[in-house]
């Protein structure tokens, strides 16, 4: 699969004039949207857009990418154990939780439809947060949120 990736450059204190749409789909996405706009600018000058095609993975069950993904388009579904459990779409994020704790991916998450996810990796986000100290505690508690309504939907379906 080619994979092409576009920079989302902000050397002008905050994302070009035409990446307003990065910054409004990060703003739009749970765990960014609790920052001051001056974070998620910095955020969107880090994104890297990705096209991705549909039946194509991000990323796959078990992988130790520690990016961050935040879908600004299409449908995607999170595969665990050959079984569908969840389905993205714009704004929905993944891969925070192998970011904070350094874990292998626990799902593959694959295209339905031809979209896009903007990605932040490990090292942008481990800077990020030294800039922005809240940040960390903002995904953290995002992250937890998120995976208690995973568990409990999981239960629901046993």
Not at 40 to 65: F, I, K, N, T
Not at 87 to 101: C, R, S, T
């Amino acid at each position: 699969m080619l994979v092409v990736e576009r920079r989302f450059d902000s050397r002008r204190g905050g994302a070009r004039r035409g990446d307003e749409r990065i910054v409004a789909v990060l703003r739009a996405t749970p765990i960014f949207a609790a920052l001051p706009v001056e974070a998620v600018r910095d955020l969107a000058s880090l994104a890297r857009a990705r096209p991705v095609r549909a039946g194509a993975a991000v990323v796959e069950d078990g992988g130790g990418d520690d990016g961050v993904f935040v879908i600004s388009m299409g449908r995607f579904a999170v595969v665990a154990g050959g079984e569908v459990c969840d389905e993205l779409g714009p704004g929905d994020h993944f891969g925070e939780v192998g970011w904070l704790y350094g874990t292998e991916r626990t799902a593959s998450v694959e295209a339905i439809v031809d979209g896009e996810v903007l990605r932040l990796t490990g090292a942008q986000l481990d800077a990020f947060v030294r800039r922005f100290p809240t940040a960390r505690a903002a995904i953290t508690a995002e992250a937890s949120r998120r995976y208690g309504d995973t568990a409990r939907r999981t239960d629901d379906t046993t």
